[in-house]
């Protein structure tokens, strides 16, 4: 009797704690693209950009300076000199090639530093949301592939609002 008593227990108190949870569902990406900081993160990573395409024209202007000055002088050269100049050339090939490879990854690292302390907004006002109203699990929509979301449970537009962001 104790046997079977034990996992119908068991089984009303898991029905009950399902019962009592709350689903919700947020788009944290349209409450970043409404967040007026984000004009400044923009500008920044604009600036960040232009840095580093600068620094790439200096080592590409470098590269083709010396290729002009080995190329004319090539003829006078010993061979110790011309072996010299061809690896310092062939050296700064290889950091522009690097550097166009690492640039497009430089910036998706600058463009995360500077949108964490935006997500990290929103995750504070979404939590606050969270436990104001009930919910036990928030879901996020942009990421998730959800098939259908009862827009009851969205809380995109509370946490715009919670943040002081117009909602249209």
């Known amino acids: 009797m104790k046997n079977i008593l034990f996992p119908i227990l068991l089984l009303i108190i898991s029905a009950q704690t399902i019962a009592q949870s709350k689903v919700g569902t947020i788009d944290s990406e349209f409450i970043l693209s409404k967040l007026p900081e984000l004009t400044k993160v923009q500008e920044e990573l604009k600036a960040y950009n ?23 002088g090539v ?14 050339i062939i050296a700064l090939e290889n950091d522009i090639a690097k550097f166009r490879q690492n640039g497009s990854q430089l910036v998706q690292i600058e463009q995360n530093r ?12 979404l939590e606050e949301v969270a436990k104001a109203e009930g ?25 715009m609002t919670k943040l002081g962001i117009p909602v249209q």
């Open 135 to 159: 919910y036990t699990q928030v879901l996020t929509i942009t990421t998730s592939g959800l098939a259908y979301i009862d827009p009851n449970f969205d809380l995109t537009k509370t946490v």
């Open 50 to 72: 232009t840095k580093l395409e600068a620094d790439l024209k200096v080592k590409v202007d470098d590269y083709q300076t010396k290729v002009k000055a080995y190329q004319e």
């Open 75 to 88: 003829a006078t050269m010993t061979e110790p000199m011309k072996k010299t100049k061809q690896e310092e």
């Open 114 to 125: 500077l949108l964490q302390p935006l997500y990290t907004k929103i995750g504070k006002a």
